[in-house]
């Protein structure tokens, strides 16, 4: 059985793009096969990756408004069970052009209909906004991961993008879950950071994973040189850690079978 999560937060820089990469190349090594979809026009996961913008022939654009086939869009990384669907600039246009379209927030939920067996999990990574393209997202997804990064205004903005679920989950996709929150760039060394774990603990309780990610300087120069942690510095935290969250993430998957 494949699984779609949409790793979403319309704050950016929480650890969204980093999540979506080094998860998905942590989850290829132990196994899975995993297919990672980049739906923000800055396209930081396909870059981040090692795949050349000027190379790519068909992105998710092309998939969301030109109707092609979402197979002539999948490209290689450098991890043999790892692939993606690319994002370029093209996609910055979309969230407009998408507004008058017929069944506009279900092309993406379509689209990987048709490819989604071919993979054991496919992650989404959400632009940094709640508009066509996140919405998108969460009607093709089984489950929402959200990144929270350990700051003093952690929670603030959260209810929107609860909301923004509820409302999908009401009219679009009425079995999308909450997969899990996810605490990124912890500091150890401030008692704010403590205090942030606490604080959104009380308030998503069990759906908080155990793994904790720490500010790691190797996981911010992975991207520079398009590789995931994982061949980039096996042996950092970074890669420990991000290694602990796809073995967590795979635990509560066969726990729910
Ligand atoms: P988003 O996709 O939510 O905008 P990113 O994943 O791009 O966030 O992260 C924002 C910035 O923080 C990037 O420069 C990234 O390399 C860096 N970063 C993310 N997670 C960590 C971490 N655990 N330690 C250090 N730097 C990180
Ligand atoms: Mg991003």
């Given at each position: 059985m494949s699984k779609i999560i949409a790793v979403a937060n319309q704050k950016g820089g929480v650890g969204k793009t980093t999540t979506a990469v080094n998860l998905g190349a942590c989850l290829s090594t132990l196994g899975r096969k995993v297919l990672i979809v980049d739906i923000d026009p800055?396209?930081?996961?396909t870059s981040g990756i090692g795949i050349s913008k000027a190379d790519v022939e068909y992105c998710i654009y092309d998939i969301?408004?030109?109707?092609?086939?979402?197979?002539?869009?999948?490209?290689?990384?450098?991890?043999p069970n790892l692939k993606m669907i690319p994002a370029t600039i093209q996609l910055a246009g979309a969230e407009i052009e998408l507004v008058p379209t017929i069944s506009r927030e279900i092309r993406l939920k379509?689209?990987?209909?048709?490819?989604?067996?071919?993979?054991?999990?496919?992650?989404?990574?959400?632009?940094?906004?709640l508009g066509l393209l996140t919405i998108n997202s969460l009607t093709a997804a089984d489950s929402v991961l959200i990144p929270i990064q350990c700051e003093f205004y952690a929670l603030e903005g959260l209810s929107q993008l609860l909301n923004t679920i509820r409302l999908v989950q009401k009219h679009l996709n009425t079995s999308l879950q909450i997969e899990g929150v996810l605490l990124t760039m912890f500091d150890a060394r401030t008692n704010l950071g403590i205090q942030v774990i606490e604080e959104v603990k009380k308030y998503f309780q069990q759906k908080v994973y155990q793994t904790v990610i720490p500010r790691n300087v190797r996981l911010s120069e992975a991207p520079s040189h398009g590789q995931s942690i994982i061949t980039y510095d096996p042996k950092s935290k970074g890669a420990e850690v991000y290694l602990e969250l796809a073995k967590e993430v795979l635990t509560y998957e066969q726990a729910a079978r």
């Amino acid at each position: 059985m494949s699984k779609i999560i949409a790793v979403a937060n319309q704050k950016g820089g929480v650890g969204k793009t980093t999540t979506a990469v080094n998860l998905g190349a942590c989850l290829s090594t132990l196994g899975r096969k995993v297919l990672i979809v980049d739906i923000d026009p800055q396209g930081n996961t396909t870059s981040g990756i090692g795949i050349s913008k000027a190379d790519v022939e068909y992105c998710i654009y092309d998939i969301l408004i030109n109707d092609v086939h979402p197979k002539q869009a999948i490209v290689e990384t450098g991890l043999p069970n790892l692939k993606m669907i690319p994002a370029t600039i093209q996609l910055a246009g979309a969230e407009i052009e998408l507004v008058p379209t017929i069944s506009r927030e279900i092309r993406l939920k379509k689209s990987l209909g048709l490819i989604r067996n071919e993979f054991d999990y496919i992650l989404i990574d959400c632009p940094p906004s709640l508009g066509l393209l996140t919405i998108n997202s969460l009607t093709a997804a089984d489950s929402v991961l959200i990144p929270i990064q350990c700051e003093f205004y952690a929670l603030e903005g959260l209810s929107q993008l609860l909301n923004t679920i509820r409302l999908v989950q009401k009219h679009l996709n009425t079995s999308l879950q909450i997969e899990g929150v996810l605490l990124t760039m912890f500091d150890a060394r401030t008692n704010l950071g403590i205090q942030v774990i606490e604080e959104v603990k009380k308030y998503f309780q069990q759906k908080v994973y155990q793994t904790v990610i720490p500010r790691n300087v190797r996981l911010s120069e992975a991207p520079s040189h398009g590789q995931s942690i994982i061949t980039y510095d096996p042996k950092s935290k970074g890669a420990e850690v991000y290694l602990e969250l796809a073995k967590e993430v795979l635990t509560y998957e066969q726990a729910a079978r």
